[in-house]
């Protein structure tokens, strides 16, 4: 029958056919693709908190007009996984601060398809056709391949019977509340101009370079300057005027992870103590309220992940190392949500998106990779979701972030092995082999400071060293450990020569970068390692007593003396240490006391009867609040370097045991 028709009357009944489906949604879900029931206002509209907006007698040429601007040429695939508040296309929104006006609302929103195997479903601006990423043997997965639902509705219906979705109808952190009461709460938060020409310079110079997590700072860049002309032009002055571009769920998260990294520059500022610390805090309380605007937990976005990482990285560095530790977990699951952990779901999208979604993985990566090194504890990061990058150990000139990369997948590596110390020492030393290989490929300047021929050169330089050592005498570690049969294994005189090197260079490293740079003394990895390293120094019998390693130990105690309390006449500290956590003023404490316990055995011996007494090493340290003396009995002879710093360094801050005593 068809064939008695021709083509403009087969277009004329597929056009009505059409118009009727269109006509049963109202124009929110129309806009957003989604189900709608007919009802007005419709159950869709009211689970997103927005009926005042559901209306059904919208123009439909508004629409088309619309969805044809976003349409793409057949065989490519929507923009990226975050809208920024520029006329570029940007995906995924993640939520909104609903305005109450329907005069193009949500324009500008672009939706993707994103496919995987036996994965597939939108990111868009809606909840219901948000991206929630599941693995193939999930049941929704399985159900979307049997019945070939390539619009993933009916896994999406599935997963919602299965309780697999969030319902997107609540904010758990604060009172449900108006748009209108929300634009004002996000207003009352925004930087103003002041702070952000101030404490992003200090973020992109002192933060940024040696912790890249923006995955695109040259975007983010731009869209700082968005941001900053529209403050201008008086966007965010009127309270009761909601701005729909800046009200969405994906720009409230833009604006989250503008204030983070605020809060970083801010600890890395020229400010004075104790005036560094209130803005740090402030600048991070307000980003996370604007998470909390952003609905985050139920719709995590690339902002938001980036948000949250950069603000875990800020507590590590002002002493908060557990907190950040209990953060960084559900950055990952909120990570992990989006698939960011593997390849496969992120085949389909973009190159760009995809390069995106692996650097922020990556990124992940690294925090946890350092984090469990310097704690001991297991990490929650994968890396096989991404294909390893091979080419490391045959390409030249790799760069800061190349070599830190290769670092941070080892220290997962090394965190999760569970050896004997025969099968620990074998891949020591070909983890050592391999390490030596990648580092030998960086750019010159990474090798040599000799080849430094700019002032940042000098610092990737040192704080590239300072990782590397750290990581060096970490897999040096069982040669360093007191065991009965050390000699008996082969290479363990080689990994004590490495081990006594690394350390050694990792003092000297630090000692040499905060004389150029604050940076070093306001990053709790870098003050990790050197305090780890100059007190294993200290207390190992290879190098206990070696002048050079005693000359190092002094020096640092100096640098961190001179940084630290500053006692007046009521004998209170000042607040420069507050940002050492506690692991590290215990380390410090110990240090202090075991070079002054040898410099007093040292003067005793040396210096003439009724001669003037070495400097009083105790004094230096009184504001830490810490105890003055090693533990009562210890000889430290009779125990490993290794386990003695980690019962220095990694001594729990919260007993459980009085949880069930508190009445």
């Not at 009211?46 to 508004?62: F, L, N, Q, T, V």
């Not at 990111?123 to 390539?150: C, H, M, P, W």
């Not at 593997?342 to 990124?363: D, F, I, Q």
Request: net charge neutral; hydrophobic share 35%.
């Amino acid at each position: 029958m068809a064939n008695n028709f021709d083509k403009q009357e087969i277009d004329r009944v597929l056009q009505q056919r059409r118009k009727q489906r269109e006509s049963r949604a109202c124009y929110p879900c129309r806009q957003r693709k989604v189900k709608c029931d007919g009802t007005q206002p419709c159950r869709t509209c009211r689970r997103r908190g927005h009926p005042e907006i559901c209306a059904y007698d919208m123009s439909h040429s508004r629409n088309r007009s619309a969805s044809a601007g976003n349409e793409q040429p057949a065989g490519e695939t929507g923009p990226e996984l975050n809208w920024r508040p520029e006329p570029v296309p940007r995906l995924g929104s993640q939520g909104s601060l609903p305005s109450p006006r329907t005069q193009g609302w949500n324009q500008g929103q672009a939706q993707v398809q994103v496919q995987s195997q036996g994965n597939r479903a939108n990111i868009a601006e809606g909840g219901e056709k948000e991206y929630i990423f599941s693995g193939d043997n999930s049941v929704v997965s399985i159900l979307r391949q049997r019945t070939q639902d390539a619009n993933g509705f009916m896994a999406r219906e599935v997963g919602s019977v299965l309780g697999l979705q969030n319902t997107y109808n609540s904010y758990p952190f604060m009172d449900s509340k108006t748009p209108q009461e929300q634009w004002s709460s996000l207003l009352q938060i925004l930087p103003q101009r002041k702070e952000v020409l101030k404490f992003f310079h200090f973020y992109r110079l002192c933060g940024y370079p040696f912790n890249p997590i923006l995955v695109d700072v040259d975007r983010f860049e731009l869209d700082l300057c968005s941001y900053l002309n529209a403050r201008a032009a008086g966007e965010f002055r009127d309270p009761n005027c909601i701005s729909e571009r800046w009200s969405t769920g994906g720009s409230v998260g833009h604006i989250s992870l503008l204030l983070a990294t605020l809060s970083a520059g801010a600890h890395y500022s020229d400010l004075e103590d104790p005036q560094r610390s209130e803005a740090y805090q402030e600048l991070a309380r307000r980003s996370f309220h604007a998470l909390r605007l952003a609905n985050f937990l139920f719709r995590p976005s690339l902002d938001t992940i980036q948000a949250l990482l950069i603000l875990g990285n800020t507590l590590q560095n002002n002493g908060q190392s557990d907190a950040a530790w209990a953060l960084l977990g559900t950055t990952v699951r909120l990570a992990q949500t989006l698939g960011l952990h593997t390849n496969k779901s992120m085949a389909h999208l973009p190159e760009y998106v995809r390069s995106r979604a692996k650097s922020l993985w990556l990124a992940i990566v690294w925090q946890d990779g350092l984090l469990c090194l310097c704690y001991d504890r297991p990490p929650i990061v994968t890396i096989s979701g991404w294909a390893t990058d091979t080419s490391i150990f045959s390409r030249t000139n790799l760069s800061y972030t190349d070599i830190m990369h290769y670092l941070c997948r080892m220290a997962l590596d090394i965190v999760r092995s569970d050896e004997t110390e025969i099968q620990e020492t074998s891949r020591s030393l070909d983890a050592l082999t391999t390490l030596d290989n990648v580092y030998s490929r960086a750019e010159p300047h990474l090798c040599s400071r000799e080849y430094c021929r700019t002032f940042h050169q000098n610092l990737e330089h040192l704080a590239l060293k300072m990782h590397l050592c750290f990581v060096v005498s970490v897999l040096c570690r069982p040669a360093v450990k007191r065991t009965q049969s050390r000699d008996a294994f082969h290479g363990h005189e080689l990994l004590r020569t490495r081990a006594k090197t690394s350390l050694l260079e990792a003092s000297k490293a630090f000692l040499d970068f905060q004389a150029l740079s604050i940076v070093p003394l306001r990053t709790w990895s870098m003050v990790h390692t050197v305090l780890s390293s100059t007190l294993l120094l200290c207390i190992w019998e290879e190098t206990r007593h070696d002048p050079e390693c005693r000359d190092l130990q002094q020096r640092v105690i100096e640098v961190f003396s001179a940084t630290g309390p500053a006692t007046g006449d009521s004998g209170a500290a000042s607040d420069n240490a507050q940002w050492l956590s506690e692991q590290h003023i215990r380390a410090l404490v110990t240090l202090r006391n075991a070079v002054g316990s040898a410099l007093d055995q040292q003067t005793e011996q040396t210096m003439p009867h009724g001669a003037e007494t070495a400097p009083d090493m105790n004094s230096l340290f009184l504001g830490f609040g810490m105890p003055n003396a090693f533990p009562e009995g210890l000889n430290i002879s009779d125990v490993s370097p290794v386990t003695y710093i980690d019962s220095i360094m990694n001594v729990p801050l919260f007993d459980i045991s009085q949880e069930s005593q508190f009445l």
